[in-house]
Nanobody, 128 residues
């Protein structure tokens, strides 16, 4: 059973930065696709960034050039560096894990329903 625990959320002013972390344990799959999703009140959940087992990454258009996804395999930790934050980035951020096939369609297009595991989330609030 994979467990994912997010941390690093908080309140920041527009233009500021935050780094989210997702500590993973209890691996089930041989290889993984890891992703970050977010959901704001009254809005649908959306994919933010993902990294597949071959290291390929993908980003939502709204965060390209501002957010960077990375992972430290030795620490079993996924990161999301968020720079130049905007009020519209305010949301609950979740990490998710699924089987990794390398540059897979489901991973790069953020098909959350195909990820097997999801964390509880960490809140990010950006004020103007």
């Amino acid at each position: 059973q994979v467990q994912l625990v997010e941390s690093g959320g908080g309140s920041v002013q527009a233009g500021g930065s935050l780094r989210l972390s997702c500590a993973a344990s209890g691996y089930t799959y041989r290889n993984y696709c890891m992703g970050w999703f977010r959901q704001a009140p009254g809005k649908e959940r959306e994919g933010v960034a993902a990294i597949d087992s071959d290291g390929s990454t993908s980003y939502a258009d709204s965060v390209k050039g501002r957010f960077t996804i990375s992972q430290d395999n030795a620490k079993n930790t996924l990161y999301l560096q968020m720079n130049s934050l905007k009020p519209e980035d305010t949301a609950m951020y979740y990490c998710a894990a699924g089987p990794g096939y390398g540059s897979s369609w489901y991973c790069r297009t953020f098909q959350l329903h195909l990820f097997g595991y999801r964390g509880q989330g960490t809140q990010v609030t950006v004020s103007s």
